[in-house]
């Protein structure tokens, strides 16, 4: 019900004493407004226009200089679902997420311990990329003559206050 797009986020880590960074990139189209949960506040029911059923696809791309062996990084688009939800999807019937991460370290070191962090930051930047999208993009009006709205366009016609996205 609300426009989409594009929107990223990252995260810079330390992890086995060393610095690196985890960041995402997601294409979201998906969900439905009066599910939208936007920093633990559900907003979705006050910027419903009109009931729309679950539907739609995110995709997100994983990318970061950690090193993770392919199984490892696996485990990390698996919790890429948790970010989603976190935004208040539940990944109807006919959602299709796809998630693909990669890094540039060439020798995987991280030991399985010591993934609960990265699990953490990758939770945290696929939620934050997809309010992102939200936040910054613009309303747009279809070939169709049908407009897309945008988050803060429907949240200035209902007279809802959006929460800061104010991020690290």
Not at 144 to 157: M, N, T, V, Y
């Amino acid at each position: 019900g609300l426009k989409g797009g594009i929107g990223s986020a990252s995260r810079v880590l330390e992890v086995q004493n060393k610095t690196y960074t985890l960041g995402a990139l997601v294409l979201a189209n998906f969900g439905s407004t009066q599910d939208l949960c936007i920093l633990g506040q559900k907003l979705g029911p006050d910027l419903v226009q009109e009931e729309t059923e679950d539907q739609g696809s995110i995709v997100t791309i994983l990318a970061t200089d950690l090193p993770l062996d392919s199984r490892q990084l696996l485990r990390l688009c698996k919790r890429v679902q948790s970010g989603i939800a976190r935004t208040g999807s539940f990944s109807g019937h006919g959602s299709g997420e796809f998630a693909l991460a990669f890094t540039s370290c060439p020798n995987p070191s991280i030991q399985d311990p010591d993934l609960n962090p990265i699990f953490r930051a990758t939770v945290e930047v696929v939620e934050e990329s997809i309010l992102k999208s939200l936040y910054l993009n613009q309303s747009k009006t279809a070939y169709s003559g049908k407009l897309f709205q945008s988050l803060q366009d429907r949240a200035r016609d209902r007279g809802v206050i959006l929460p800061d996205l104010a991020t690290d």
